[in-house]
């Protein structure tokens, strides 16, 4: 048996294009561990779901598994899409260790689906493809959270033969975009082959194949990054920027190293310099057996990587979505602000004196749609974090070349005030949760002002 050592929960992030069934999948990997309860329940986290080894062992049936692990379990982060991948880790890199790129089975490829793939080649992160919705394959006569093997020698012959067809449809989309690929059980090297799933995420056939290939993509892929140290200061991504009632403006945060506790000093990306606060409360969900509370969360006194926390303190209302939060000391204040300061003047975008304007929701969306736009050679005038507000609208509205009355906004919402005031003005909005849609809209739309 191999030695134990302390590794971390990998992050796993689920992808994939709108309506093809990762908000399922995420609460059949939820729902299912929930009902089996006996092993080791699952933890709901603020923005994420651990599911512990022991039940991803038991769902599997082979309790010898159980040994061949070292990872402490699977840490799902709850928001699906891309926000896992635009969302920075300290010195670069995504938030999430693992990925699942969801597809239906039926309708094949999509944008999101391919952009997703595109992430994923970026940063290098090893993922799976799960190929859902195999239980609306006509004739399917469904097996209740069944491994995927068990539940297809239980079709007929026409059923199997009509899933192979759009299985290899899959295998091809993926070629194309430049992976090769092979059913799960038939890969033999996860470096050379990407693994695909069949799944349902309604019925739950496949699920435990799901997680033990994320397992064994964890065991082999990750484990030199996940050592970790419990007792070094956290780190680890905002999330989210949110309001909450009676605390003001909180941050849900992934840590992903070391530890964080109340009272601690902390540091966190901001639109401009880092601020600097400390931690008043650290809180998780309740539990829902405590439903009869008044009381959202509860507090608890400190946390370790990896774990998803929301953080109550001064100050928050500032930070970024996507941007480093760090546990610092008197000591270390100031050169750890100047590191956070220089890693988000990285992505800081250098612009053009003229060009169009873009919005995005996290540093790391921003990032990843101005890079888009370079290789598309379409000038960028500014590039910032945010809603779209009404002092933007102004500002491109004052623009002189039509070409460039324009505001690209990725996973954005227009202010109401802005709202009002484009109306009176001539400018272009283009709003999408897709880069590639937004671009070649943006392209459609150039190309019909010239002629
Ligand atoms: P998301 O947009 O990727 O989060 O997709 P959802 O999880 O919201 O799923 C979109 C729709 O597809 C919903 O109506 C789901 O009930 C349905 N759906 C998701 N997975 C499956 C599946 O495995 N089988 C069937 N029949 N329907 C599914
Ligand atoms: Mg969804």
Not at 276 to 293: F, M, N, Q, Y
Not at 386 to 400: K, L, P, T
Request: hydrophobic share 40%.
């Amino acid at each position: 048996m191999a030695v134990k050592q302390d590794l971390r929960t990998p992050i796993v992030s689920v992808m994939g294009h709108v309506d093809h069934g990762k908000t399922t999948l995420l609460d059949r990997i939820r729902g299912s561990t929930v009902a089996e309860g006996e092993a080791g329940a699952i933890t709901q986290h603020i923005g994420a779901t651990e599911v512990p080894i022991d039940t991803i062992v038991s769902k599997c049936g082979n309790p010898a598994l159980r040994d061949k692990f070292m990872v402490p379990g699977l840490l799902f982060i709850d928001t699906p899409g891309h926000h896992a991948f635009t969302s920075l880790r300290s010195r670069g890199g995504a938030l999430a260790d693992l990925a699942i790129v969801i597809v239906d089975i039926n309708e094949g490829f999509m944008p999101q689906t391919i952009e997703s793939l595109q992430i994923l080649k970026r940063f290098k992160t090893p993922f799976v493809v799960v190929a859902n919705k195999i239980d609306r394959i006509h004739g399917w006569e469904p097996q209740k959270n069944a491994p995927f093997i068990v539940s297809y020698n239980k079709q007929s012959e026409r059923v199997k033969t009509e899933l192979d067809r759009k299985f290899y449809e899959v295998v091809g989309e993926l070629y194309n975009a430049g992976f090769n690929s092979e059913r799960h059980d038939r890969v033999s090297d996860f470096q050379r082959n990407i693994g695909i799933i069949p799944i349902s995420a309604v019925t739950g056939e496949g699920i435990a194949d799901v997680l033990m290939v994320l397992l064994g993509l964890a065991q082999r892929f990750l484990e030199g990054n996940l050592h970790y140290d419990a007792s070094v200061p956290g780190v680890g991504t905002v999330l989210e920027v949110k309001e909450e009632k009676g605390l003001g403006a909180t941050i849900d945060v992934i840590l992903y190293d070391g530890n964080l506790k109340k009272g601690d000093m902390i540091v966190v990306g901001s639109l401009g310099k880092p601020l600097h606060t400390k931690v008043r409360a650290l809180l998780k969900p309740r539990p829902l057996t405590e439903i009869k509370s008044e009381e959202k969360f509860q507090q608890v006194q400190s946390v370790t990587a990896a774990i998803g926390v929301k953080i109550s303190a001064p100050n928050l209302d500032s930070a970024l979505a996507g941007s480093p939060v760090r546990v610092v000391t008197p000591e270390t204040v100031d050169a750890i602000s100047e590191e956070i300061l220089n890693e988000l003047e990285e992505v800081q975008i250098d612009t053009d004196a003229l060009g169009i304007t873009i919005k995005a929701d996290t540093i790391g969306s921003l990032e990843a749609l101005v890079n888009e736009l370079k290789k598309e050679k379409i000038p960028i005038r500014k590039a910032t974090v945010g809603d779209i507000s009404q002092r933007d609208v102004v500002e491109v509205a004052a623009i002189e070349d039509p070409f460039y009355n324009v505001i690209i906004g990725f996973n954005v919402k227009v202010l109401p005030d802005a709202k009002d005031k484009v109306q009176s003005t001539e400018i272009k909005l283009f709003l999408s949760d897709v880069i590639y849609r937004l671009i070649d809209d943006y392209k459609d739309w150039a190309k019909e002002q010239k002629e």
